[in-house]
T-cell receptor
Framework: ETGVTQSPTHLIKTRGQQVTLRCSSQ?????VSWYQQALGQGPQFIFQ???????GRGNFPPRFSGLQFPNYSSELNVNALELDDSALYLC?????????????FGPGTRLTVL | GNSVTQMEGPVTLSEEAFLTINCTYT??????LFWYVQYPGEGLQLLLK?????DKGSNKGFEATYRKETTSFHLEKGSVQVSDSAVYFCALSRRGNYGQNFVFGPGTRLSVLP
């Protein structure tokens, strides 16, 4: 069974640029959630996709957008990057988009905005 | 809105000591509650969960009971080991009017000394 994978591992961008992060969900999972984790803090929920539809969104501006594909992999896009966007971005997959589901986290993408 | 408050760390204990990490939450309705753990050099993984009031989650000697009356989900272990050294995150999930929402606490770093 393949776990959750994310790419790239690390990324450096400059302010104002756009970035796309990718996530492959665990086999059999149809739900993907994205989180931003600043250094020394807990993950902050960005949004969740269930069967290609947005299934919930945290308190992030519209320049954070996402997609989920028919194979349930997902992308997180961030436009007009700001310095404060520097963080570890985590993807988590789960079975069925329910509040009771366990989430399985990937290793994360470390984004640095200069 | 939904929130999670978790005791600040770091917490340093000697091997075989008793561990309590306090967690309280604010949420309407009945959220699901989780403890996730991050071992050094590894990703976030589920430690235990409880999905309704008075449920007790347990795993690897750790326990936590969902207390609706005190809105708490404190993590306990009777005898910690060096291998328990990690960062522990309390979290809740709940489906609201606008979809799923997930909230993590800031994390508590535990160091266990031999």
């Amino acid at each position: 069974e393949t776990g959750v994978t994310q790419s790239p591992t690390h990324l450096i961008k400059t302010r104002g640029q756009q970035v796309t992060l990718r996530c492959s969900s665990q086999s059999g999972h149809n739900t993907v959630s994205w989180y931003q984790q600043a250094l020394g803090q807990g993950p902050q929920f960005i949004f969740q996709y269930y069967r290609e539809e947005e299934n919930g969104r945290g308190n992030f501006p519209p320049r954070f957008s996402g997609l989920q594909f028919p194979n349930y992999s997902s992308e997180l896009n961030v436009n007009a990057l700001e310095l404060d966007d520097s963080a570890l971005y985590l993807c988590a997959s789960s079975l069925a988009g329910l509040s009771t589901d366990t989430q399985y986290f990937g290793p994360g993408t470390r984004l640095t905005v200069l | 809105g939904n929130s999670v408050t978790q005791m600040e760390g770091p917490v340093t204990l000697s091997e075989e000591a008793f561990l309590t990490i306090n967690c309280t939450y604010t949420a309407t309705g009945y959220p699901s509650l989780f403890w996730y753990v991050q071992y050094p050099g590894e990703g976030l993984q589920l430690l235990l969960k409880a999905t309704k009031a008075d449920d007790k989650g347990s795993n690897k000697g750790f326990e936590a009971t969902y207390r609706k009356e005190t809105t708490s989900f404190h993590l306990e272990k009777g005898s910690v080991q060096v291998s328990d050294s990690a960062v522990y995150f309390c979290a809740l999930s709940r489906r609201g009017n606008y979809g799923q929402n997930f909230v993590f606490g800031p994390g508590t770093r535990l160091s266990v000394l031999p």
